[in-house]
Structure formats: C-alpha cells, structure tokens
C-alpha cells in the first residue's frame, strides 16, 4: 500500500516537474520536485539510510544543472540546518550534565574522562603527522608563480578584515578562555558550544558529588535528553530532503576551476591526507582499539558523514552522530552522550591536519624554508587550534590565522585559502565526525 503510494507520488510529481519546466517555470518545477521528493521519503519503505544516499546523488546533480540556485532548494537547506542547530544547546547542556552526574563514582568519571582526552589528542597527532609527512613528500606550492598571477593578488586583497588582524597564540588563548567564563544562559541562547561543554561538566561533577539528594535533578535531565533524542527522531526523517539541497547548493557554488588550475596540488594533499586519516587510520584505530571493523564503522556512520559533509558542521551535525553511533555501533547513551558533545567542540582531526598542511603550502608559496623545528611549532599549533575551534563552518579558516602567525607566515595568504574553503571544509568536517565516533567506540570498550 505505501509502496504503490511512494510510485503515484514519484509519476505524478515526475509529470508536474517536466510539464512546469516545459512552461518555463523552473523555480515553480524545483518547488514541486521538493515537495514531490519529500512525499517520496515519507511514504517510501527504503531505508532511511539509503533514502540519504539518494538525496545526496540528486543534490550532485542538480547542483551541475545551470538553473541549480534556486531560491527553494536554498531555503530548504537553511532550514534543515536550523532545524539541526535548535537541539545543539539543549543537547550538550543535557548530555554532559547527565551523563556525569549519573556516573557511580568520581573515579569513572576520571577514567573515562582520561581516556577520551587521551585518545582525541592521540588520534589528532596521528591526523597532523600524516598531513606533515605528505606535504614534505609532495612538496605543493614549492616552486610555484602563484604568488604572481591575479588571482593570488585579488584573492589576499579581499580578505575579510576580521581574519587581517593577526591573532598571536596567546591572544588566541586567552579569548578562548574568557569565552568559556562566560555566562552560561548568555551561551545557552547564542549557542556557543565550547562555555556550554564547560558548565555542563562543572554542573555534572556538582550533582555527582551532591550524591544522593540530587538524584532528582539527574533523573530530569535524563528525562530531557531522552525527550532531545526523539525529536531528532522526527527531524532525521527530512534529512534526505536536506541533504540534497545542502549538496546541490555546494556542488554549485564550489569554484572547480580555481581548485584545478591554481591550487590543484595543494587541494590534493589535504583531500589525500583526510582519506588516509578516514580510509586508513581510523578504522585502524577503530578495529584494534574499538573491535569495530571498517564496513561495520562506515556502514554505521554513513549518515552522520554525508550530513557532516553537506552541513560542515560538527556540531550541526552532533544529533546524528548521536544516533548512529547508539543504534548502530552499540555506544551506551552513557559514553555517547558524553564523549560526543566534547568531540564535536575539541575533537577534529580533519582541521587539525588541514591547518599543518595549509601553513607548508602558504610557506612553500612564499619560498619561507621551514625547519624542523618551525614544524614541529606548527603541529602543537595546529592541535591546539584545531581543539579551540568550534564545530561550525570555516572555523578551521579563522584559526588558520594563528596557525601563520605563529611562525611568522604572512597571514594575508588566508584570503587566498578562503577561495576554497568551503570545499575543503567538507572534507575537514567529515573526518572530524568520524574521529568523534571511532572514539566513542573504543571508550565504550576501553572503560568496560
Ligand atoms: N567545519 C569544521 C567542523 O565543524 C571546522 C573547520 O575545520 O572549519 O568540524
């Protein structure tokens, strides 16, 4: 019965789509492809996950279709975002608290703590390393004229100003610091996510010591995030829908030429570095530290990855990672819904890699030979940077500067990245939700 459903949805949404881009309606034939593909997922009995894939594959396509920027599919986008973001704050605050407060005994807590941080900075170095090792392999920038060409020249003058003023790494520090002591319910309500991982495990450790006499409070904010968890439920059924605008949007917008022809190398580098790191590595790590294989990895997180890539956001993307990771890889709520939220704010393996790489490329560019220890300057950096910045798009962009500061790199050459940032920030952020669930993984079966 919803079988035949999903078919009259396709063939009459079909014959409305080709008879209104017939007439010249293209934006109106968008709208009702959109509403037509949404029926489709509603009513369709294949799975979610390949309901995903399929978005995804139509978003490629339709963003290779001139008309592709409509304003439909644009809105779409934006509001499957937000829609992902309303729960960020809430769902921290609610994890963190409780998954600490409801720890038996101050010890777990040390334990499991010790543990996460020590394999989110362990898997990082890993990231970093194998970024360095290619790049003084490859070498992409060495010998170039870009630095010549017109491209180079109106890309560093129309670097943002906000990114121009040099930020040292001390001045980097102390702003995230004053960040994190900031008032919680000012965080709360601007979504700042690095404070909100802060208070939460100040709240959470608070209620475990209280014991007993707060058992209350622990129980409604499990209540809380359970009651998060099921609207994520609800809003996953779009993320098909999503998807494909968010994909058909960046497939449009990317400057394919530029990636090519000016900085083909250097986009190489990175994008080969980030497979190495998801493809290699971290299943490596999974397997022999987590006992998950790869295919059971990939095919457990496949949705949170395809939405961290169309969103380029960890943390946008924290709900689904949440999910996949309980329902398919077995992660307890109790490890999940604490290791997740800080991975997603700390956690990134994909920008840490990308900044080491990115400082080489701007050094080589310049014809600046950096020394061994000049990089080994850059791979603390780069760590420290890639764990202060938050999970939202670019992020890894602004934090590049401190990055080239740090070793007296010129820091206009960031006007130049920005060109293709929004590309390589796909990549980036992939990575970086899948270094958050391998983790889990191996906490879940480190701390049993
Ligand atoms: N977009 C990345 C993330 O959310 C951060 C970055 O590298 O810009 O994980």
Known sequence: MKHSRALLGITLGGVLF????????????????????????????????????????????????????????????????????????????????????????????????????????????LAIATGLVLVNIFEPGAGSTLRETTFFQEAAAAERPELAQGLSLQDFLLQTVYQILANPFESLTQGRILPIVVF???????????????????????????????????????APLGIFALIGHLVASVPFQNLVKYLGEFVL????????????????????????????????????????????????????????VEENLKVPPRVSSFVLP??????????????????????????????????????????????????????GMVTMVVVLESVGLPVEAVGLLITIDRFLDTFRTMANVEGDAVVSVCVTRLAR
Not at 81 to 108: C, E, V, W, Y
Not at 276 to 283: E, Q, R
């Open 200 to 238: 939460a495990i100040l709240l959470g450790i608070a209620l475990l010591q209280i014991g007993p006499s707060a058992r209350a409070v622990v129980d409604i904010l499990g209540s809380g995030y359970k009651a998060v968890m099921r609207i994520i439920g609800w809003f996953i059924r779009l």
């Open 269 to 324: 580098v990175v994008i080969v570095g980030i497979l190495i790191h998801a493809f290699i590595t971290l299943p490596l790590v999974a397997r022999f530290l987590g006992g998950v294989g790869p295919a059971q990895l990939f095919r457990g997180i496949r949705e949170a990855l395809l939405v961290a890539f169309s969103t380029s956001s960890s943390a946008a993307t924290l709900p689904i990672t949440t999910r996949c």
């Open 18 to 125: 080709v008879a209104l881009l017939f007439v010249g309606h293209t934006a109106l034939a968008y709208t009702a492809f959109l509403v037509g593909f949404l029926f489709f997922c509603l009513t369709t009995r294949i799975s979610l996950n390949w309901q995903i894939l399929l978005g995804g594959t139509l978003g490629a396509l339709f963003g290779l279709v001139p008309e592709s920027q409509v304003a439909s599919v644009q809105i779409v986008g934006k509001l499957f975002i937000a829609m992902l973001k309303m729960l960020i704050a809430p769902m921290i605050l609610l994890a963190i608290t409780h998954a600490i407060a409801q720890m038996s005994t101050a010890r777990d807590l040390g334990r499991l703590g010790g543990l996460t941080v020590l394999l989110y900075l362990g898997t990082m170095a």
């Open 342 to 395: 800080l991975g997603a704010t700390v956690n990134m393996d994909g920008t840490a890699l990308y900044e080491a790489v990115a400082a080489l490329f701007v050094a080589a560019l310049y014809g600046i030979e950096l020394g061994v220890g000049a990089q080994l300057v850059i791979f603390l950096v780069a760590m420290v940077t890639a764990i202060g910045a938050p999970g939202i798009p670019s992020a």
